[in-house]
């Protein structure tokens, strides 16, 4: 008789899967737990960019690495290459994949349609308190911003880049819709990093003040508007990207 249970992560990607069996309980849970272990560890790397468009992946190299065997390190790779972040060629390997500015494009516009509904729902209805936690994160990531010699700086200013876009959803009591939202942009969130070390970077505190007040007394045109402009700089941050590592980008 076959078990299965799952335990969601904080990502929406399942943290361990329980998958027991009477006779081999212990090994499939085992297995299965080394797998997800292993995509987790490889896409984090990927989208941080530690890994780099090209880079290859050896999966017994990594297997070792993570000390877990080489089966559930290849079921990774397989995942990773479903969501487009690794690219397996039987003749030349296994690479990570390049950014793919098509599917980044998809991926931002999505986003952009149910983050815009979540604020309108929020619209003119924040509580003071509400709208003084959105003024503290802006200023928290000013500061971090300012200090460069602030440790996790960059990983820091992702968290609370993040954290500004993910109180819409904590509010309106759908944080969940921004976890997996958060987990489906594969190819956008790979550009973060670039945007962190270029002129865009500095927009960011502007934009978020833009979105807070658009929330607090603006129509939903506002809001739409003040959402967009922000959320399609990115493209600003790939075309400098792009001018120094065009190897990095496809447009398929």
């Known amino acids: 008789m076959l078990l299965t249970a799952v335990r969601p992560s904080g990502n929406m990607v399942p943290e361990l899967i329980y998958h027991f069996d009477t006779l081999k309980g212990e090994k499939i849970m085992s297995s299965l737990s080394a797998r997800e272990t292993a995509y987790q560890t490889i896409r984090s790397r990927i989208i941080t960019m530690e890994l780099k468009p090209g880079d290859p992946l050896n999966d017994r190299e990594l297997a070792e690495e993570l000390g877990i065997s080489r089966t559930p390190m290849r079921e990774a790779l397989l995942m990773l290459n479903i969501a487009r972040m690794v690219d397996i060629k039987p003749q030349s390997g296994t690479h990570v994949a390049p950014i793919n500015l098509k599917l980044m494009e998809m991926e931002q516009f999505s986003r952009y349609a149910l983050e815009k509904e979540v604020l309108n729902r929020l619209r003119g209805k924040l509580t003071e308190q509400q709208i003084a936690d959105y003024r503290r994160c802006i200023d928290d990531y000013r500061a971090l911003e300012a200090d460069l010699g602030q440790p996790r700086r960059t990983a820091r200013m992702l968290e609370l880049d993040n954290a500004f876009h993910r109180r819409a959803f904590e509010i309106c009591g759908i944080e969940d819709h921004y976890n997996y939202m958060l987990s489906k ?16 970077n500095k927009s960011v505190c502007g934009a978020h003040t833009r979105i807070l007040e658009a929330l607090i007394s603006g129509s939903p045109e506002d809001v739409g508007e003040a959402l967009q402009s922000h959320l399609t700089r990115y493209k600003l941050s790939v075309e400098q990207a792009r001018s120094v590592h065009p190897e990095y980008f496809i447009d398929e």
């Open 185 to 200: 942009l594969q190819h956008v969130e790979r550009i973060r990093k670039f945007s962190l070390q270029t002129e865009e």
